[in-house]
């Protein structure tokens, strides 16, 4: 009777074990910026730094701009 009490424990444990591995997430999302820093950072941080160069590069000549403009009105 011990036995069979056993071997019913052991095979709803297995049973509930694959149940598990099966609601477990499988995919893995491979993103290329992600590995862009991990892998290549040189090429990341340069790729950051040239954006933020090139919004600060903006954000400079569009009050440039304005500044010249409101030069102008006075």
């Known amino acids: 009777m011990l036995d069979l009490l056993r071997n019913i424990y052991f095979a709803a444990d297995a ?3 694959n149940i598990q591995n099966e ?3 499988s ?3 491979q993103s290329s910026l992600t590995n862009l820093f991990t ?3 040189f ?3 340069a790729g950051l730094l040239s954006i933020f160069l090139a919004i600060c ?3 400079y000549f569009q009050f440039q701009a304005w500044e010249q ?3 102008e009105q006075k």
């Open 43 to 45: 090429f990341g941080w």
């Open 39 to 41: 892998e290549q950072k």
């Open 23 to 25: 609601m477990d997430a």
């Open 15 to 17: 049973w509930i074990g």
């Open 27 to 29: 995919y893995v999302e």
């Open 69 to 71: 403009e409101d030069q």
């Open 57 to 59: 590069a903006i954000f």
